[in-house]
Structure formats: C-alpha cells, structure tokens
C-alpha cells in the first residue's frame, strides 16, 4: 500500500499519524525540526507544547473543550493518552508535564512499525507521485511552504497575532506573600484543590501595576503587520489594560474564590495566578500573562507584582504570527483542498485554534485519509459531536459576510456556540430543554442552573451520537477490509521517574 505523507509533526500531524497507522495504512512523517525550526519550538520533538502547558478543562460533562477530551479519549487519541500519562496538577483543567508529553508521543510514532519519520522541510508543493498528502505545518509554517500554498490556493493567507506567557521558577516566588490554592479550591481530576499560586493585590499595587503595564514599551509591529488583528481569546495583557482600568480584575486577575492565608482577613483587589508548567512542579507559568511587552520591561513590570519581586523568569513572553486558509471556500467537507484533493489540512491551519482543537482536526483528517486509501467512504462525524461541531466550523458551518473587506472567517476554539442547538436535533432521543423540570424549585430551569443542564444535554447527546458514528465506522471498515484491521493503538507507557 503507498504511504500518505503527513507535513509537519506537531500536535495535528502527530495524531493523524496515529490514526492513519492504526488503520494499516503507512505513513511518512516530514518534520523540519530540528534542523529547520520555527520562532516559538525550542526541540526536536514531535508535539512540542511551545506556549502553555494547558489542555484547558477538562470537564466533559459542561466544557466543549472537556468535551472534545472525552471524545478524542474515546476515539483514541495519542495525544489524550500521552497528555494523561503525563498530567501536571491544574485543578479542572488538563495541564501536562511538556517534556514527558512530547517524548511519549515521539516514542509511539518512532517505535510504530508502519511509520518513517523524515526530518526534512517540505519547500514547495509535494510531487504528483505523493497522492495522498495531509499538510499540518501549523501557524508557524515555514515561509517557502506558505508561499507554495499561497500560490494554489490563489488567495493570500491571512494572518493575525497570538501572544505567549511568561514563566517563572518556581523558588524565586515569595511564598510568605503568595499561597497556594486552585479558585474554590476547585481539586478536578488531576488536583489537590492547592494547585496555583496566588499573588495578591491591594488597591494602590494594582493601580501601580495597570499604570507601568499602559506606559510599558512595547515591541513594534513591521509595517505589514500593522493591520494584522488580535485573536480575541489571547490578548496580550497590556491590550486587555488598555480596554479599561477594571478590565484585568475581571479577568485573569479577578480576586474571586481565593483567600490570602496570610492576610485572612483582607479580601485581595486583584489576583495573579501562576500555574505548575512541569512535572517537577520547579516552574510556573503566569495564567493569562501573554505580552507583547519588551523583555526587560516585563521583568521590570512583573516584579511590582506581591511575591514576585525576586522572580527569575525561564522564558519570557513573546508575539507570534498565526497562518491560516479561508478554509470554508478551499476545503471540501473532508479537508481537501478544493483546487487540488490530493492535499488535505490538518490543524491550526485550518482555522481551529489551540493544542487540542489542532489534534482533534488531526484525528479526523487522518481518518478521512485512511479511510480513502482503504476503498472506505470517509465519514464526517455528527455536528452534535465536538468533532463535528469544529469540523462544521472550518468547512462550511461559518457564514461569509457579503461585505468588501477583509473576510470574516477566524480561527476558533471549541465552544458550544458551535453545536446545533437541542430543539432541533433530529437524532437523539435526549430531552430538549424546555421539557428538563423540577430539579430545582418548581416549572423551568433557570439562569445558571438552566445553563448547566443545556450543557450536559448537549454533552450527552454529542457523546450518544459520537458513539454511534464510530461503530457505524468501525463496522464499515471491517466489512470493507476485513484483512486490514482497525486498532486503537499501543497504550501510551507510563513516563519513567525521574
Ligand atoms: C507562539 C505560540 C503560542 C501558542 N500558545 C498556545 C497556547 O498557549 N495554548 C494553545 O492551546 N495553543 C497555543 N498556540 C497554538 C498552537 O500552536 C497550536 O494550537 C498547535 O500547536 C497547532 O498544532 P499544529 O499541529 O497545527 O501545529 P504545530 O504544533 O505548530 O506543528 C506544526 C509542525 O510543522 C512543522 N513544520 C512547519 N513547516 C514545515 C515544513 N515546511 N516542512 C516540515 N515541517 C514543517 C513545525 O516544525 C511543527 O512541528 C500557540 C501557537 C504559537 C505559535
């Protein structure tokens, strides 16, 4: 059988890989790295995290994202089973050990018998002998590839700006001022319920610090990045100062469900939290401190900060560009370029946003691919999945505005504004909303209660349907191919102590 050929080793391309493999097709991985590498990797490894070592929630039952764990988990993803071996504590969320989680998806890919890993940058577009191609190079690909894709897909990329955090050693925080404590000392899955530290603001220090954060140099934009927008969900924290002097108390500062031991008594203005970035609990990263603030100002800036007036930072914040299609026109409804099927996208090039949406559009591209080398029909999953819901996003599910200017189609987290609503679903038999009585005071649910139980009617529905789709899949490859089985793969080995 010819192999499929997958560009780019990180989150999306290492998942489709897996994917590919375990349905008896053979892969050649072509990653750059680490001759070639990018403005944010710092490795050779495959699925390198380059910013938080976050997974975000993992709560399935009324988080999109935690929804899209649970899915992945049960379509079996490497990248959930490497991120769980590896989990760091994070309260609700999911936040992994980034060294521990690379290498295990590195080791199953290279170990895997059916895969060959070509470290090589991919300059141009692929020859015609390369039938199936799934391209996965990310937000950072690199520039002569870009140029090559520019060019068939006829439109120029867009671009907008993410900005990255600081971390900071873990010894260099002054724990007589900071504490440890997860908000409502929330434990989730994987905590204690003490998983973040804490550095609290009064008034006056939280005045002080908005005030050096709005004079603070910044790094300039080149002239052609100037009308290059910011993605909403990660503004730099100097942006977000600007949008109003309360802006970042309702933020990632916000005091809420926290209690200084130190000071009992004394409810914080303001609140910075600080987040475990590795295994050995030594570093810890500023939650929601992305800047494009310049490095010695950060220091400077970040040392006003209660407790963090000695911090030695291990990386400080950065800008970076992102690169992505307008998907909905190019694509077809299984990731294929319109103009030239033979290449499939995969990942944040295609208009999802972030570390696990990128590895969800790699599990399913990489199906697509399988299942096309097979003989197989591919499958879309169920707009009431997460998977879908994502997937519907990208290829069709956003509406052009008909307006000149610049086109309106962003990249996207997973939210569960992407999901059809209940009322209208034609295939669960779930209870829509209105029906959903009594649990709490008498006649409807309402406000937050009501929001909470929409939530797990969608996530049980999305979890039914998602159930279905997969057997129905399953059933149809072993029909097709009965002498090419299907697996869910290797378990992940449990990461050795260090
Ligand atoms: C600086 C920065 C900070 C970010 N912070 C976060 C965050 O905190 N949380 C979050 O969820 N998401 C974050 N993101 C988004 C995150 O990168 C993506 O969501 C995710 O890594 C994308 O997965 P991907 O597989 O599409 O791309 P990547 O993981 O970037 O993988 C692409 C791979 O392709 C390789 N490559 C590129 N060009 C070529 C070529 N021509 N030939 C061969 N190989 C090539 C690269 O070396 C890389 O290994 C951040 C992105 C950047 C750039």
Same mark, same amino acid.
């Given at each position: ?239 977000? @100062?600007?949008? +109003?002097?309360?802006?970042? %108390? =309702? ?5 809420? &469900?926290? #209690?200084?031991?130190?000071? /009992? ?93 990128? @590895?969800?559009? +790699?599990?399913?591209?990489? %199906? =697509? ?5 097979? &003989?197989? #029909?591919?499958?879309?999953? /169920? ?93 149809? @490859? ?21």
């Amino acid at each position: 059988m010819q192999p499929i050929h997958i560009i780019g080793g990180g989150l999306a391309g290492s998942e489709a890989a897996w994917q590919i493999v375990n349905r008896g097709v053979p892969v050649v991985l072509h990653e750059m790295r680490p001759a070639q590498s990018t403005a944010a990797h710092k490795t050779g490894g495959l699925a390198e995290l380059v910013c938080s070592n976050s997974f975000r929630s993992d709560d399935r039952d009324h988080n999109a994202v935690g929804l899209l764990h649970e899915e992945m988990r049960r379509l079996g993803s490497l990248v959930m089973r490497a991120g769980d071996a590896n989990q760091v504590p994070a309260g609700g969320a999911l936040a992994v050990d980034r060294d521990g989680f690379s290498l295990a998806v590195t080791q199953a890919l290279a170990s895997h018998p059916l895969i060959e890993i070509s470290r090589n940058e991919i300059t141009e577009l692929p020859p015609a002998l390369w039938d199936s191609i799934i391209i996965a190079t990310g937000p950072l690909t690199s520039a002569p590839l870009a140029t090559a894709i520019r060019a068939v897909t006829g439109e120029d990329a867009l671009a907008f700006f993410d900005a990255i955090a600081p971390i900071i050693h873990r010894d260099s925080i002054d724990m007589s001022v900071a504490w440890f404590q997860s908000r409502y000392d929330h434990a989730g899955p994987g905590g204690t319920g003490a998983d973040y530290i804490n550095c609290p603001l009064d008034r006056p220090q939280y005045e002080v610090f908005v005030d050096a954060l709005l004079a603070g140099d910044r790094v300039s934009f080149h002239e052609w990045e100037t009308a290059t927008p910011y993605f909403d969900g990660c503004l730099p924290i100097e942006v977000m @100062a600007e949008r +109003g002097r309360e802006t970042l %108390r =309702f933020g990632p500062m916000k005091p809420v &469900g926290l #209690t200084d031991p130190h000071r /009992p008594g004394i409810k914080p203005y303001a609140i910075v939290q600080l987040r475990q970035d590795n295994r050995l609990g030594t570093l810890f990263n500023m939650v929601g401190f992305q800047t494009k603030l310049k490095h010695a100002e950060q220091v400077r800036i970040f040392r006003v900060i209660p407790g963090l007036e000695h911090a030695e930072f291990a990386r400080l914040g950065g800008l970076h560009r992102n690169t992505f299609l307008n998907a909905p026109k190019l694509l077809d409804g299984t990731l294929r370029l319109k103009a030239m099927p033979r290449l499939r996208f995969a990942g944040q090039i295609t208009g999802c946003e972030g570390y696990v949406e990128s @590895a969800a559009i +790699g599990l399913l591209a990489g %199906r =697509f691919a399988a299942a096309e080398r097979r &003989g197989e #029909t591919p499958q879309v999953p /169920p707009p009431t999945t997460a998977h879908g819901a994502l997937l519907a996003h990208i290829t069709g599910g956003h509406v052009e505005t008909i307006d000149a200017g610049p086109r309106s189609f962003q990249p996207m987290n997973v939210n569960f504004g992407l999901f059809p609503p209940l009322a209208t679903s034609p295939s669960s038999p779930l209870p829509t909303l209105p029906r959903m009585r009594g649990r709490v005071g008498r006649g409807e649910l309402r406000g937050a209660v009501k929001a909470m139980a929409k939530r797990r009617a969608l996530t049980a529905r999305a979890l039914t349907d998602l159930d279905a789709w997969a057997g129905a899949a399953m059933a149809a @490859a072993t029909q097709t191919n009965p002498l090419i089985p299907v697996s869910e793969g290797a378990p992940v080995p449990e990461p050795s102590p260090r």
